[in-house]
T-cell receptor, first 114, second 115 residues
Framework: NAGVMQNPRHLVRRRGQEARLRCSPMKGHSHVYWYRQLPEEGLKFMVYLQKENIIDESGMPKERFSAEFPKEGPSILRIQQVVRGDSAAYFC????????????FGQGTRLTVV | AQKVTQAQTEISVVEKEDVTLDCVYETRDTTYYLFWYKQPPSGELVFLIRRNSFDEQNEISGRYSWNFQKSTSSFNFTITASQVVDSAVYFCALLNSGGYNKLIFGAGTRLAVHP
């Protein structure tokens, strides 16, 4: 049973470009969470999605960031018109149900904006 | 307010020393969970332990031990006889029960173990 898969592991974008980060949850998991880790900081919750629904996006920046988790395929975190401040590690976690107290983390995507 | 404080930003020890990483949390909930994660230089998050608020027994796993004290809202982590491979950033995290899996992380403690 493969773990949470994130790709790419490393992503370099120029300022103004778009970044797409993908997260495939563990098999049987329909709940996905995205976290952001800015340099030298802890992880901060961004968004919680179930299949086809955004449940809580309280941690998402108001502009340029969006997330989806379609019926088929991975969850996508999309950052439009990236800026240097978006450089961070983005982690995805998944859980089988909404009440599970353990979420399984992927290895993260390190985004560098140049 | 819910908050996790890891006051030690960096700790440096020599191999075989014991080291304790502090974690203090704030929550109004009576049911909650506490976690420790390790982030080695390679960057991934490694799950170490999860404790619920009703279980105050200390836990030992090999060289690792955890001391949970509700009276002081602390969940400290001790590594006995540290090794170079323990060098990493360690995060403490809080999850309030009754909702979904929205972890609140501390800022982390960077541990450097020198030979």
């Amino acid at each position: 049973n493969a773990g949470v898969m994130q790709n790419p592991r490393h992503l370099v974008r120029r300022r103004g470009q778009e970044a797409r980060l993908r997260c495939s949850p563990m098999k049987g998991h329909s709940h996905v969470y995205w976290y952001r880790q800015l340099p030298e900081e802890g992880l901060k919750f961004m968004v919680y999605l179930q299949k086809e629904n955004i449940i809580d996006e309280s941690g998402m920046p108001k502009e340029r960031f969006s997330a989806e988790f379609p019926k088929e395929g991975p969850s996508i975190l999309r950052i439009q018109q990236v800026v240097r401040g978006d450089s961070a590690a983005y982690f995805c976690a998944s859980s089988p149900t909404y009440r599970d107290t353990e979420a399984f983390f992927g290895q993260g995507t390190r985004l560098t904006v140049v | 307010a819910q908050k996790v404080t890891q006051a030690q930003t960096e700790i440096s020890v020599v191999e075989k020393e014991d080291v304790t990483l502090d974690c203090v949390y704030e929550t109004r909930d009576t049911t909650y969970y506490l976690f420790w994660y390790k982030q080695p230089p390679s960057g991934e998050l490694v799950f170490l332990i999860r404790r619920n608020s009703f279980d105050e027994q200390n836990e030992i796993s090999g060289r690792y031990s955890w001391n949970f004290q509700k009276s002081t809202s602390s969940f400290n982590f001790t590594i006995t006889a540290s090794q170079v491979v323990d060098s990493a950033v360690y995060f403490c995290a809080l999850l309030n029960s009754g909702g979904y899996n929205k972890l609140i992380f501390g800022a982390g403690t960077r541990l450097a173990v020198h030979p």
